[in-house]
């Protein structure tokens, strides 16, 4: 590593000048955006000539991308999972062995290099929903959240903004019998009791670009007994719930990614996941439901009146055989959709949004089914707003100075309408990323993290040798 980086370093003090923006929902020409020195856009001005001085963004450029949905561990898995086909399940026990391996040394290592892939690839926020908290084995680190603590400096280190999604993870799984005690490599996972992880999630705080919130892992390993204590407690704010601020945190949790899911809590509980959730008071405008793949109407209708975000993970979905989700009647039902990358097998916000497009397409036997303006918005806004960073997203005074320079000149892009780049860029065409005001990809090459490929693919091999 050639430097680190920190979100309390000086922001960039020159003016950005765009050839083209999206600024309101479309494409603006000539776009100037300047930043004040806590790394918020000051002033937008359109049709304008380039200041003197200006840092020139090539190509479109987009606000900040947010990825909704990471395992940053997962990333370990890509590429050696495919051999005999396999299923989820078999998936998963794979996904088991990697995280017997990690301490917190090695996660902060290997986070830094996957967070340092999704900046490249235009990701400038990105929620980790963390459950890798105790020593292998079960027992406990000296720090509590030295896990969690690992993943935020890697996220400073790699210089996206990161929430801390802490996980209650306290089942090793659901089935027509009930609840499953922790076993393996999950017991590293728990906290014990609903307290026991209320207890360590408080020991959290809000530093600067690093968010503290909440997840529950799903229905299958949080017991329906322990949801109501849990949902008291994350109403009750930020003093019961990490970060001591009072704010709402955000509450994010896996629902109905697999059929079996659904079908165990039918069993035992006699409802759905959702319908679960719903009667917990766990449903609300700060909770996103990701993958949500096999759902009711009933389901998309709770969903839907509670304004629960939906975040989809299209290739994840589509790696693991998981399904197509309905994506558009959540829309239109009234849920804000999200995009995330999840386990990892590709990272490329350009990608997810056209995957979710074309997952639509495959399910329905029809076109356009989310515009591009909607893509862009499931992207941008709606992922970094259901992270609990109200306000990112959009290139508009008052937001963080978060932007993504696209190429319109590659072979993948050229000929292109810039209002529908989403729908043939990629990750390999970004050209500049800004975080906060300050350009952490310049020509699509990491500012302060050098061969991040051969870096990984180092520490990869070492975790596998392990």
């Known amino acids: 590593m050639s430097g680190e980086w920190s979100y309390r370093t000086t922001r960039h003090s020159r003016p950005f000048w765009c050839e083209r923006a999206w600024v309101a929902g479309g494409i603006a020409e000539r776009v100037t955006v300047t930043c004040d020195d806590a790394g918020v856009i000051a002033s937008v001005t359109t049709h304008s000539e380039p200041p003197a001085g200006a840092d020139r963004l090539p190509g479109v450029v987009f606000p900040g991308f947010a990825n909704g949905h990471s395992h940053a561990f997962h990333r370990a898995l890509r590429g050696r999972t495919h051999a005999d086909g396999g299923t989820f399940w078999t998936w998963r026990e794979g996904m088991y062995r990697l995280a017997g391996r990690l301490d917190p040394d090695s996660y902060r290592r290997l986070a830094r290099l996957v967070y340092a892939e999704m900046v490249l690839a235009g990701f400038t ?11 292998a084995g079960g027992g406990r680190y000296a720090e509590p959240n030295a896990m969690g603590n690992a993943l935020v400096e890697a996220a400073r280190d790699a210089g996206i903004r990161i929430t801390l999604l802490d996980t209650c993870y306290l089942a090793g799984g659901l089935d027509e019998t009930g609840y499953r005690p922790l076993a393996g490599e999950q017991a590293r996972f728990g906290d014990g009791t609903a307290a026991g992880w209320l207890d360590r999630l408080a020991g959290l705080r809000d530093t600067p670009g690093a968010r503290v919130g909440a997840a529950l892992h799903s229905v299958r390993a949080v017991p329906a007994d322990a949801l109501p204590e849990v949902a008291s407690a994350l109403r009750a704010g930020g003093s019961a719930a990490g970060g001591g601020s009072g704010a709402v945190r955000p509450l994010h949790v896996h629902l109905s990614e697999q059929p079996a899911e659904n079908e165990a809590c039918q069993a035992w509980h006699g409802c759905s996941p959702t319908e679960l959730l719903a009667g917990a008071g766990l449903l609300g405008p700060n909770t996103t439901a990701v993958h949500a793949t096999h759902l009711s109407e ?85 992922g970094h707003r259901s992270l609990g ?48 005001g300050r350009t952490v990809v310049d020509g699509g090459r990491h500012t302060t993290l050098d061969t991040v490929g051969p870096a990984l693919a180092a520490e990869i091999e070492e975790l596998w040798r392990t």
């Open 389 to 436: 960073w109200p306000g990112a997203g959009e290139i508009a005074p008052g937001a963080p100075c978060d932007l993504v320079a696209v190429r319109t000149d590659t072979p993948r892009t050229a000929g292109s309408l810039p209002g529908q780049l989403l729908l043939s860029a990629s990750a390999p065409d970004v050209h500049t990323v800004v975080v906060g």
């Open 125 to 135: 926020a990105v929620g980790e929903f963390h459950y890798l908290h105790h020593p």
């Open 298 to 382: 009933k389901d998309i209708g709770l969903l839907g009146s509670a304004g629960v975000t939906a975040c989809f993970c299209p290739t994840t979905e589509a790696d693991l055989a998981d399904g197509i989700g309905p994506a558009r009647e959540l829309a239109d039902a009234g849920c804000p959709v999200s995009l995330g990358s999840d386990q990892h097998a590709v990272i490329d916000p350009l990608l997810e949004a056209r995957a979710l497009e074309h997952g639509e397409r495959l399910r329905t036997g029809r076109r356009g089914r989310f515009s591009p303006a909607e893509l862009v918005a499931a992207a941008t806004v709606a």
